[in-house]
């Protein structure tokens, strides 16, 4: 069965700190894997990432996968307070179009 | 765009009920995906949709649930009778193509009493 794992669950930092948050997965045929944030609505897309070793850049936010190890890491420089959110991790896998989800990891930045 | 709609957003309904979600995907969008959300199970695949046509409705909790997709700009995920351990957010999501990510909707807060 396909598994997404996410680590930490919980994470409380202070504005300003550095967070790296973890993904690992075993899944069947690898596509790609996604990160998104979600607040208190919908998840929101953030990267998509399918090749080893790119690193995928937006601002203060920026993620890379590792594919012979089977994880990603989305990291946040110079936290703020609006960064708080539940960060989800995703895989999409070969010929099948769902996406299998995380249970994300709750950050919470105070200030 | 006004991107994924869901309509209600929020449901509060009696046990033995039925309840209807609905959902209109982005246009273009080619595939419709059904998650529930809770905090104990997180994000879970419901069932989703290509081209109009079910897919893998092999997370449908069982037969209480139904999804249909009558045309491109719409479906609805129907639960009959609902139960308490029902409650959930349900998210509908579109996207075109296996290259993109998803968008989802606002979502659907069901409370069952």
């Known amino acids: 069965e396909d598994k997404v794992v996410q680590s930490p669950l919980s994470l409380v930092v202070h504005e300003g700190d550095t967070v790296t948050l973890n993904c690992s997965y075993e899944?069947?045929?690898?596509?790609?894997l996604l990160w998104y944030k979600q607040e208190k609505k919908a998840p929101t897309f953030l990267f998509m990432l399918?090749?080893?070793?790119i690193e995928k850049k937006s601002g203060r936010l920026s993620s890379i996968l590792d594919k012979k190890e089977l994880f990603s890491i989305l990291n946040i420089t110079a936290t703020q307070t609006g960064d708080s959110a539940v960060y989800l991790c995703?895989?999409?896998?070969?010929?099948?179009?769902?996406?299998?989800f995380g249970q994300g990891t709750r950050l919470t930045i105070n200030p | 765009d006004a991107g994924v709609i869901q309509s209600p957003r929020h449901e509060v309904t009696e046990m033995g009920q039925e309840v209807t979600l609905r959902c209109k995907p982005i246009?273009?969008?080619?595939?419709l995906f059904w998650y529930r959300q809770t905090m104990m199970r997180g994000l879970e695949l419901l069932i989703y949709?290509?081209?109009?046509?079910?897919?893998?409705d092999s997370g449908m909790p069982e037969d209480r649930f139904s999804a249909k997709m009558p045309n491109a700009s719409f479906s609805t995920l129907k639960i009959q009778p609902s139960e308490p351990r029902d409650s959930a957010v349900y998210f509908c999501?579109?996207?075109?193509?296996?290259?993109?990510?998803?968008?989802f909707g606002s979502g659907t807060r069901l409370t069952v009493v």
């Open positions: 999501a579109s996207r075109v193509g296996q290259l993109y990510g998803y968008t």
């Open positions: 246009s273009g969008h080619n595939s």
């Open positions: 399918t090749s080893s070793g």
């Open positions: 995703a895989v999409g896998t070969q010929g099948a179009q769902k996406l299998v």
């Open positions: 949709f290509n081209n109009n046509v079910p897919i893998d």
């Open positions: 899944v069947t045929n690898f596509r790609s």
